[in-house]
């Protein structure tokens, strides 16, 4: 069965760090570029952060640039989000995702698998 | 960046009917449009990609439209798993921005 499963939340001071990750089954992460997510509570989906599946290419929401490092290691089938100088606005659901893409007239992106998310509460 | 407007924010509708959401974009951005939906406690699903190609194993009572700056998610009889959350997102610019959601209610 294709699967993301994050891990890594908890509950964290305000400034503090935290290191999420995202565990891949079922299919080659190598093979795929992949973003974090977030839901914090009361809100909608914010995308966060995109690392192409050799890690050339990254991007950053504002709302985390310089805060925030995404990462992968692809012989572990693993994607990872490091946060650093956590506010209570980060407090939120964070999810992994994959990015496929189907050929058309040209090629159409879009997160095809997600895991069901980590928690993360920043707060003292 | 570009930005992405939904509405409405919230509807709420009867098992059986149709209804329609509009995702508006900032700037055009071609059909690089996907939806998602999205319910408490699960992970979000694609339904929509390229604006109105189906992903696979989704019903046909969810279609999509829409080219450049607008577009909709039309849900034909809706059923009551259909109530949840559906947002849009664009795949043209590398800041992958979704809507702000609508929340589909049973009425």
């Known amino acids: 069965e294709v699967q993301l499963v994050e891990s890594g939340g908890g509950l964290v001071q305000p400034g503090g760090p935290l290191r999420l990750s995202c565990a891949a089954s079922?299919?080659?992460?190598?093979?795929?570029?992949m973003h974090w997510v977030r839901q914090a509570p009361g809100k909608g989906l914010e995308w966060l952060s995109y690392i192409s599946s050799t890690s050339s290419t990254i991007y950053y929401a504002d709302s985390v640039k310089g805060r925030f490092t995404i990462s992968r290691d692809n012989a572990k089938n693993s994607l990872y989000l490091q946060m650093y100088s956590l506010r209570a606005e980060d407090t939120a659901v964070y999810y992994c995702?994959?990015?496929?893409?189907?050929?058309?007239?040209?090629?159409?992106?879009?997160?095809?698998?997600w895991g069901r998310g980590t928690t993360v509460t920043v707060s003292s | 960046d570009i930005q992405m407007t939904q509405s409405p924010s919230s509807l709420s509708a009867f098992v059986g009917d149709r209804v329609t959401i509009t995702c508006r974009a900032s700037?055009?951005?071609?059909?690089?449009l996907n939806w998602y939906q999205h319910k408490p406690g699960k992970a979000p699903k694609l339904l929509i990609y390229?604006?109105?190609s189906l992903q696979t194993g989704v019903p046909s009572r969810f279609s999509g439209s829409g080219s450049g700056t607008d577009f909709t998610l039309t849900i034909t009889t809706l059923q009551p798993e259909d109530f949840a959350t559906y947002y849009c997102q664009q795949s043209y610019s590398s800041l992958y921005t979704f809507g702000q959601g609508t929340k589909l209610e049973i009425k």
């Open positions: 079922g299919f080659t992460l190598s093979a795929y570029d």
């Open positions: 995702a994959r990015w496929s893409a189907a050929m058309s007239n040209s090629y159409y992106y879009y997160m095809d698998v």
């Open positions: 700037q055009s951005i071609s059909n690089y």
């Open positions: 390229a604006a109105s």
